[in-house]
């Protein structure tokens, strides 16, 4: 199928970078949001990111208007009627998503396909919330969806080949985007093994290992990893780490992939992490600051 308008939904962290991803490789996209002011504050952090672009000198300001002149925002869905693929980025729920999709199966056009960019759902869980589960695919991007190469493409046992073959084109023609395919098993490759490894950073944490600095330290100077677990933890979101946490546990019943206590403390208190300007460290100042959590 020939694929030239895009609806992303979810304007968040994730939705804001694949729609501008998208709008670079000259797809007209529809960025829709439940929440104005998510809206707002996605379409602003593209518009951030391509006037940076212009500055170094990276791309032409005709190039940067080009790509911010191929997205509309909305919150309405029904300006997704016409759309020939939907990318969902909202929040990681499976009653959430389903009755997401449920809605959305009404409105979009019927050839159109979705794909969930859920994190650790498993596919066919969201695709029989729709009356297209073989035009229903997993495309998994990664934070920053406009600087991390990765897409992992997954395919449900009701995925045709015709709608999965379409996907992988589509995620293969962004650019410099290396696409691989998975199978439909909860986290797919990389959060299977990524959220352990955070989720047992706390775990360190919580047993006095270290601090929360220094387990950041170690790890970027002793494995070579561009963020410690700790400030990743805060960048993708610790309500969203919560929630594929209880996810992934629930799917394979291991310790390895259950929450632990501090994470669900720090969510409780709407610490989600970077994204609300607290979480593991305090974003409020110059520099992030480990908050004290020793009560
Ligand atoms: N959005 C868009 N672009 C961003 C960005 C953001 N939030 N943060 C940084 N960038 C861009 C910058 O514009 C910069 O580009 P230019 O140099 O071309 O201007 C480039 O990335 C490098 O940025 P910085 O120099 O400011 O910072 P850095 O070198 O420390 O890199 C980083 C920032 C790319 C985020 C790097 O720290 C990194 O790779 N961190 C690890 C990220 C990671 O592991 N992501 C996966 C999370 S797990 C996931 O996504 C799956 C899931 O389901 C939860
Ligand atoms: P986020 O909290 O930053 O953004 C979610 C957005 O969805 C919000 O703007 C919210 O208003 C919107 N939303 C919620 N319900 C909606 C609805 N019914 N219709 C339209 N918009 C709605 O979350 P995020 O981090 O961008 O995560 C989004 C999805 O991407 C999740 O499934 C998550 O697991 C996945 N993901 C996240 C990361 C990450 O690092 N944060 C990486 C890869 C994948």
Redesign the pocket.
């Known amino acids: 199928m020939e694929i030239s308008k895009v609806g992303v939904?979810?304007?968040?962290?994730?939705?804001?970078?694949i729609a501008q991803v998208s709008a670079q490789a000259g797809y007209g996209v529809v960025l829709?949001?439940?929440?104005q002011?998510?809206?707002d504050?996605?379409l602003g952090k593209i518009e951030k990111q391509l006037s940076r672009a212009v500055e170094k000198e990276r791309i032409e300001q005709e190039t940067a208007d080009a790509v911010r002149g191929r997205i509309d925002g909305t919150?309405d869905?029904q300006d997704l009627s016409d759309v020939d693929l939907v990318i969902?980025?909202?929040?990681?729920?499976l009653e959430?998503?389903r009755?997401?999709y449920g809605?959305l199966d009404g409105i979009v056009k019927d050839d159109a396909i979705f794909a969930?960019?859920?994190?650790?759902?498993s596919i066919i869980d969201l695709a029989t919330a729709t009356q297209r589960a073989e035009r229903f695919v997993g495309m998994?991007?990664?934070?920053?969806?406009q600087v991390m190469p990765l897409v992992e493409v997954i395919r449900a046992v009701t995925t045709s080949d015709e709608a999965f073959q379409t996907a992988l084109d589509y995620a293969k023609g962004l650019d410099g985007k290396v696409v691989v395919p998975t199978p439909d098993k909860a986290g797919y490759i990389v959060?299977r093994l990524l959220v352990p490894y955070m989720l047992d950073a706390v775990r360190a944490y919580e047993e006095g290992v270290g601090s929360i600095e220094s387990i950041d330290a170690a790890m970027k100077a002793g494995a070579g990893h561009p963020m410690g677990p700790i400030t990743l933890l805060d960048?993708?979101?610790l309500?969203?780490?919560q929630?594929?946490a209880e996810i992934m546990f629930s799917e394979f019943r291991e310790r390895r992939f259950a929450p632990p206590p501090t994470l669900r403390k720090l969510v409780s208190a709407g610490w989600?992490g970077k994204?609300s300007g607290k979480g593991f460290y305090d974003y409020s100042g110059d520099k992030p600051v480990a908050v004290d959590l020793s009560v």
């Open positions: 939904v979810g304007a968040g962290l994730m939705g804001h970078g829709c949001d439940i929440d002011g998510c809206l504050s996605g919150v869905q969902e980025a909202i929040t990681e729920d959430l998503k009755s997401f809605d969930s960019n859920t994190s650790s759902l998994h991007f990664f934070n920053p969806a959060n960048f993708v979101g309500d969203t780490t929630a594929i989600y994204k």
